[in-house]
């Protein structure tokens, strides 16, 4: 069992920045585990955002983030934090902290995910 305390999201500006934060427990968190991020907009599909490994701190981003987004982590624990930058209108969605297995060809999602935290951006 995983459990994730999210925190930060709210309203931004298009152009403007966020900082999300996950703090994540529990007993698998060993072993080759990435903890990052997903997200849903308003009438879309579930997509991934990125995330970093607890193994060796390796990053992975899906394709359309291209370096607006930033995964890291806190060395001393398991808080990962997710850095919005040069946010857009179509960023706003419900923000998830996730639990994901990393294979050989990247991160795969697991079936353990938090409560989620609104990202709205609007001028």
Not at 24 to 48: D, H, K, M, N, Y
């Amino acid at each position: 069992q995983v459990q994730f305390v999210e925190s930060g999201g709210g309203l931004a500006q298009p152009g403007g920045s966020l900082r999300l934060s996950c703090a994540a427990f529990g007993s698998t968190l060993a072993g080759e585990i990435g903890v990052g991020w997903i997200r849903q907009a308003p009438g879309a599909e579930r997509e991934g955002v990125g995330c970093i490994s607890l193994y060796d701190g390796r990053t992975y981003y899906e394709d359309w983030v291209k370096g607006r987004f930033i995964v890291s982590r806190d060395n001393d624990g398991n808080m990962v934090h997710l850095q919005l930058n040069r946010l857009k209108p179509e960023d706003t969605a419900v923000y998830y902290c996730a639990l994901f297995h990393i294979y050989t060809n990247g991160p795969i999602l697991s079936d353990y995910w938090g409560q989620g935290t609104q990202v709205t951006v609007s001028s």
